[in-house]
């Protein structure tokens, strides 16, 4: 008597093979870069058609899409507070496209001390009335320039640090 039973049975199945139609001389492409602060940068790029997301894609390389007029949504990766860049795109049959979306931002960093050293805790990071992101203590992030609101917390105490203006480091060669 064996130790296993096996058993087979043959599936009836059906293979459907679907092709797209060509764009019969309706394609174009997306180039695109994004930058922080004039260095490149990584991040994406989402092209709206009437308010409705079409492709989304990876800059660096060019990206297929149909002639037609646009919003490129571009997403600066590795910043805090999600940044987006939009920009108007009208694509032509047969054309290259290009596009480069710089995102403007700065560093901050929150340390908090009690007793004179650095200590653990967290610092609430918002903008516009709204929560963009949390640090914990002597962690950097970066930020899109603007003002935010910072409200740093050890234990049960508090401390709001309103208008804290992140700036870019001006570049000098």
């Known amino acids: 008597m064996p130790l ?36 490149p940068a990584s991040g994406t790029v989402a092209l709206l058609k009437d308010g409705a997301e079409v492709t989304r894609g990876v800059c660096g390389k060019p990206i297929a899409i149909q002639a037609g007029d646009y919003t490129a949504v571009f997403s600066l990766d590795g910043a805090l507070d999600g940044p987006e860049l939009r920009l108007p795109l009208t694509a032509t049959a047969g054309k290259t496209s290009k596009l480069n979306a710089n995102f403007a931002t700065g560093l901050l960093e929150v340390k908090i001390q009690s007793q004179g050293r650095d200590t653990a805790g967290m610092a609430v990071i918002r903008k516009a009335d709204k929560q963009v992101g949390t640090l914990g203590s002597g962690v950097a992030a970066h930020l899109s320039v603007g003002t935010y609101q910072v409200i740093a917390r050890y234990r049960a105490q508090q401390r709001t640090f309103d208008n804290v203006a992140i700036t870019t480091i001006a570049k000098i060669s």
């Open 4 to 39: 296993f039973r096996s058993a087979w049975r043959v599936v009836p199945c059906a293979v459907l093979l679907w092709s797209l139609p060509a764009l019969a001389g309706n394609d174009s492409k997306l180039s695109c870069e994004i930058r922080e602060n004039g260095s």
